[in-house]
C-alpha cells in the first residue's frame, strides 16, 4: 500500500510543478507582448504548457543545447498567444 501511495504523491508533484512552469513560461511570453490581454491564468498555463512543447520540439529538431529550452519554451507560448489573440480579433 506504500508503494501506490508514492506513486500517487509523485504523480501530483509532477503535475503541480508542470503547471507551475506553464505558469511561469506562460506568464512571461504575455509580459513579453504588447497590449492588454484578458486572459486567465488557467489559460496561461496553458499557452506555457503548449510552448514549452513546442518549443521543446523545435529544439530537438534543430539539435540545440538544452540551454535555450527555456528560452525556446517563452517564444513559443508568445508565439501562440500571438497568434490566437490576432486569430479572435478578425478583420
Sequence with gaps: MEGAAA??????VLILL???SGLITGALAR?????????SWPATIGFGIAG???GGIVARVLNLPV???FVLAVAGAAGLI???RRRKAGP
Excluded: E
Design 52 to 54: 514549452s512543447f513546442l
Design 31 to 39: 509580459w513579453l507582448l504588447p497590449g492588454p490581454d484578458p486572459m
Design 67 to 69: 540551454s535555450l529550452n
Design 82 to 84: 500571438w497568434f490566437f
Design 18 to 20: 508542470v503547471a507551475l
Design 7 to 12: 506513486v500517487g504523491i509523485g504523480f501530483g
